[in-house]
């Protein structure tokens, strides 16, 4: 059998206008925390995406950024200390989610790619690792990793049939599940029909979560796996950051 060869996609060139007036990235945000010698030691929320690729045994990343945004550069650095080497590629103009992830194709095709967002906690710890097994066992094209929220009307929900996928959807106003997609893996086939789209795509500002869906519809293997029990936050708005806060403690695991 061939061996696999997995690097990260973690998109941060985003503006961060959710959390305006904040003129600090909010991957940097102080949300996470670990136990430390009787106490908690604080950390940014982007270190839990690094040590989420590492834990599913990912060893190196591609870190999208803008060169607004050299504080995640310099926190972060080669990201050897989080388990993960770390490369960076500049987006020197805001265009959304899915260009961000395009932008990194050049570096990361013939590769399959694991896509963490910088800016979200989610459960359970081994998610990752879980949702590589079943890429690679069923060998898709797409494979989202699917928590429960009570936000699916500000998210991505996806309405599964077993362990594929049947629909993905951008924040309807009735959503036909209480669930989001949270993290994915892809190999080419889908990266190529993300970057066609995109050349036609003249939206602004295009919704990956459409793309998923046209995977689906384009006759793509799509699989998924549920955590049912798990949990995902988005900490990149106002409210999330309240109700990190609020409600239970964050808690990071080293890899």
Known sequence: MTSRDFVGLVPAAGRGTRM???????????????????????????????????RAG????????????????????????????VAYLFQEEARGLAHALDLA??????????????????????????????????????????????DAHRLGPVVLHGDRVHRVFDKPADPPVMNTWGAAIWGDGFASLLHEELRQDTS????????????????????AVEFADGSFQDVGTPLGVRRSLDGPSLLAVRP
């Open 204 to 223: 602004g500002e295009p919704v990956l979560g459409h793309y998923f869906d046209l995977a689906v519809r384009r006759g793509l293997r799509v699989a």
């Open 105 to 150: 194709r050049g570096w990361t095709e013939k590769r399959d790619v694991v896509f963490v967002m910088p800016d979200t906690i989610f459960t359970p710890s081994d998610a990752l690792g879980r949702l590589r097994g079943v890429y690679e066992e069923t060998g898709a094209d797409l494979a989202l990793a699917v928590f429960p929220t009570r």
């Open 58 to 85: 990912v060893g190196r990343a591609v870190l999208v950024v803008a060169p607004w945004k050299l504080e995640v550069v310099s926190y972060i650095g080669d990201g050897r200390h989080l388990g993960v080497d």
């Open 20 to 54: 305006a007036p904040l003129r600090y990235p909010k991957e940097l945000l102080p949300i996470v925390y670990e136990p430390a010698d009787g106490g908690a030691r604080l950390r940014p929320v982007a270190e839990y995406a690094l040590e989420s690729l590492a």
